[in-house]
């Protein structure tokens, strides 16, 4: 009976510590992992991970990581990031979008077996969804399996036709399988729905040079290197074909011109390199590879890697 009355009448009284442990513990929280949201809003990843490492110690929160997530990915930190998405899909098994993080990061890793395992499982729940086929393009693209990636590329498009990643997929696969013509109408419909996009250039100059048109190779490879200056890749390609057309000192000039813009352009010492050998300048080639080989351990260390898809609400 006193045990009836004590609970009527202590509505009002003071909590319990534990009670005031877990209040505590849930300010602190939503302390860190808002200050971690908005930390990684301006750019300041390190801040935002270590705000949501210590939210996590506090609570094993479905939010809170897929941010961490994304944090890590924004570093191009993909161990640590898979560390995460393992933690994730485990405290909800059944969150799609998790799973297909998961299966991304497998692929940036190369670990394409376990990427495919992934979205083997995603297919099983949700076989309509654009960016599972999308996915695994890509990675039977990695595995070189042309034809195989192909399928599913198309399946992407057929599902969500203005998917500009999956024609320009298909364009480098289409490619692969020298079914020029085909990569040529990708190239075209991608020049549509992005007429700024520098890849599409580069991979329509890549179509020309392979049918062996030249001049239009370079038309196209110029495009890229008007729209961008900084473009490495237009300037290796226009450099290759400088040189098949023995145009030598031509691509020797270009390349200066580069490497008196940007010194740390690892490819065009390279190229530099072979270029003059080619004239009978060893010393000239020989400082230009030491060059390149000096810059090559810091661009290890900083690999310009893409980073995994995010984990976003709706994404599947």
């Known amino acids: 009976m006193g045990n009836f009355f004590k609970s009527l009448f202590s509505s009002g009284g ?21 200050d971690g949201i908005r930390a ?11 705000c949501f490492i210590e939210a996590l110690k506090l609570k094993e929160d479905s939010e809170v990581l897929a941010q961490l997530i994304n944090a890590y ?41 376990e990427a495919l395992a992934d979205c083997m499982s995603l297919l099983e729940t949700d076989a309509s969804n654009p960016a599972i086929h999308l996915l695994l393009g890509r990675i039977k693209k990695a595995l070189k399996d042309w034809p ?23 364009a480098e696969v289409l490619l692969e399988q020298n079914k ?54 237009a300037v290796i390609l226009i450099t290759h074909l400088l040189v098949n057309n023995g145009q030598l000192d031509e691509a020797l000039t270009l390349l200066d011109e580069e490497l008196e813009i940007n010194s740390d352009f690892i490819a065009a010492y390279t190229e530099r390199a072979k270029i003059k050998r080619l004239k009978g300048d060893i010393e000239g080639a020989v400082e230009d590879e030491q060059q390149a080989a000096e810059l090559q351990p810091e661009a290890e260390d900083n690999p310009k890697v893409a980073p995994p898809a995010e984990v976003v609400p709706g994404l599947l």
């Open 40 to 50: 990684l809003r301006i750019n300041q990843a390190p801040y935002a991970i270590k």
């Open 180 to 233: 020029l013509e085909e990569a040529r109408q990708d190239i075209d419909v991608l020049i549509e729905l992005a007429p700024e996009e520098e890849a599409t250039y580069l991979l329509s100059g890549r179509i020309y040079e392979k049918a062996g048109d030249m001049e239009a190779a370079t038309t196209e490879y110029n495009k890229v290197f008007e729209m961008n200056p900084f473009n490495e890749e």
């Open 148 to 170: 195989g990636a192909e399928t599913d590329l198309t399946q992407a498009i057929t599902l969500k036709g203005d998917l500009a990643d999956a024609y320009l997929l298909r």
């Open 73 to 113: 990915a924004s570093r191009h930190e993909a161990e640590e990031a898979l560390e995460i998405a393992q933690r994730l899909v485990a405290l909800e098994p059944e969150n799609l979008a998790a799973l297909l993080t998961r299966a991304s990061i497998y692929h940036q890793l190369e670990r394409e077996d």
């Open 14 to 34: 003071a909590e319990s510590p534990e009670e005031e442990q877990q209040k505590t513990d849930q300010k602190n929280f939503d302390i860190l992992k808002y």
